[in-house]
């Protein structure tokens, strides 16, 4: 590829390895290779798309110059890792993203084949391609042009690509454990995380953690005719829909007793700088065609980023075909999903959830509540991180500006498990963007960020090795 010089904004920066990347005409290739096998890890049906990925990364970690090239897991889809420690004396880093993407359905809503990446209008179309393949790969090309050019990089470097970060990191805390030795670093440097907006610089600094539910509640021994029995006993879909309307109260505060006891609140300075940004609530809601809603007594961004929440994700029972059917259902069923903010115990309030809908619902009705995963406590950078201020200062210079400090609503797992595992913490490098329809049809990885990130990544090298020209 040959980006233009300047496009991010900030001071010409004139580097050997930079100028190799600038003159690398397959990087784009190789993305589109990368992102036309189909890694989808919740899926069984795409299990050999998970094993071309795994070993795409193999030949190509291999190939740049990396040692120890190989697959661990913990008894879910395995982990790519690899690692370059000819760096004596320096820190190691490692450098996280993940090779899994998301299910492609619906298909008929996307405009071009998902598993055929194609360019349209200065942006890339795939599945997978905004997460977590195009941020992946512009870090897997500046470390590779850093090996290319100058034999060596400028700190050490292990690598880590897990396949199963779309289905919560199952076993990426097992994987700690039984690999340490193969994971072990100073720091960790995700390339996965997004960024927030495409026209503001940033950097993520928090995240959300998370925890997931399934809900039975059952009030018959079978399902029942709604002519000969309605009326006279109860229906289980409206006893799931009253249970669940307790859930908040109705100004949208969560009404779980003990549910928000562990929450910090947000200081003063750092709502203050939330009220600084340059935010347009009218037109993040019109572009998603909805109404401001929530927690009453903060703002959108800080329900966002540092309130927790009480999600309904799916509610069903019945008969869902087509038609009618005069059934009243002996079963209904919900799933719940949680996001929770620094100091709250995913374990704790997945208890008082629980404890929660036994309390509310009917005596006469039997609720079963069923983890679907451990879950993921929330995380925050240390402010004063040696590693997030060699981050900010690598955007800032790429783009000539400072970069602002946003959370993130959404989870990564990866950076509580690891705090947890090594007392090591993770800053995010990433350059896919919220609005890139990640998860959704027609999901998008914009060419400019890939140009930006390959000089803010090669930036952060030198920055991290004591070598910024």
């Known amino acids: 590829m040959t980006p233009a010089r300047g496009t991010a904004g900030g001071a010409a920066l004139t580097d050997p390895v930079l100028d190799h990347l600038r003159a690398d005409g397959g990087i784009l290739a190789r993305l589109k290779a990368y992102a036309s096998l189909p890694s989808v890890s919740t899926d069984p049906a795409y299990v050999e798309g998970m094993a071309s990925a795994r ?31 000819g760096a004596e004396g320096a820190p190691t880093y490692l450098v996280y993203g993940h090779y899994d993407v998301q299910p492609p359905d619906p298909l008929e809503l996307w405009h071009s084949a998902p598993f055929e990446p194609e360019v349209r209008d200065g942006r890339l179309y795939g599945r997978g391609v905004s997460d977590d393949k195009g941020p992946v790969s512009i870090a897997l090309e500046v470390l590779a042009a850093f090996l290319a050019v100058e034999g060596r990089l400028p700190v050490n470097v292990r690598i880590l690509l897990e396949g199963e970060e779309e289905i919560g990191s199952r076993t990426l805390a097992r994987m700690c454990e039984r690999h340490r030795d193969r994971l072990a670093a100073d720091a960790v ?19 959300r953690g998370n925890a997931g539910y399934e809900v039975t509640l059952r009030t018959a021994g079978k399902d029942l005719h709604s002519g000969r029995y309605g009326g006279a ?13 307790t859930l908040h109260d109705a100004d949208g505060r969560i009404a779980v007793a003990g549910f928000n006891d562990d929450v910090r609140e947000a200081s003063a300075e750092e709502r203050a700088a939330f009220a600084a940004l340059p935010f347009d609530e009218a037109a993040w809601l019109a572009g998603i065609g909805a109404e401001a809603h929530g927690e009453p007594g903060f703002t959108t961004l800080e329900r966002l980023w540092v309130r927790p929440t009480v999600e309904l994700n799916g509610l069903w029972g019945g008969y869902t075909g087509p038609g009618g059917k005069t059934v009243i259902p002996c ?16 374990a704790r309030t997945g208890a008082l959830l ?20 451990r879950g993921s406590a929330a995380y925050e950078v240390p402010p004063d991180h040696p590693l997030l201020a060699a ?11 400072r970069p602002a400090r946003v ?3 959404a989870t990564l797992p990866l950076a509580a498990i690891f705090k947890q595992a090594f007392g090591v913490d993770t800053v995010t490098m990433s350059f896919s963007t919220a609005d890139e329809d990640f998860h959704a049809p027609n999901e998008f990885f914009r060419l400019a960020a890939l140009e930006e990130g390959l000089e803010a990544w090669t930036r952060l090298l030198r920055i991290l090795g004591g070598q910024a020209t």
């Open 391 to 401: 981050v900010e200062r690598a955007i800032g210079e790429t783009y000539g500006t």
């Open 407 to 409: 959370k993130v609503g």
């Open 354 to 373: 629980e404890a929660h809908l036994r309390a509310h619902a009917p005596p006469f009705a039997e609720v079963t509540v069923v983890d679907q995963d």
């Open 189 to 207: 440097i995700s390339a996965d995380g997004a960024r927030w907006r495409a026209d503001l610089p940033t950097v993520n600094v928090g995240t």
């Open 331 to 346: 079963e209904a069923h919900a799933k719940i999903t949680t996001r929770l903010v620094p100091n709250q115990d995913p």
């Open 55 to 85: 070993a795409l990364l193999k030949a190509r970690l291999a190939n740049i110059g990396f040692t120890h090239v190989d697959e661990i897991e913990a008894g879910g889809h395995p982990a790519v890792v690899a690692e370059w420690m």
């Open 233 to 245: 006993v109860p229906n289980a879909l409206a006893e799931m829909a009253r249970l669940l309307a």
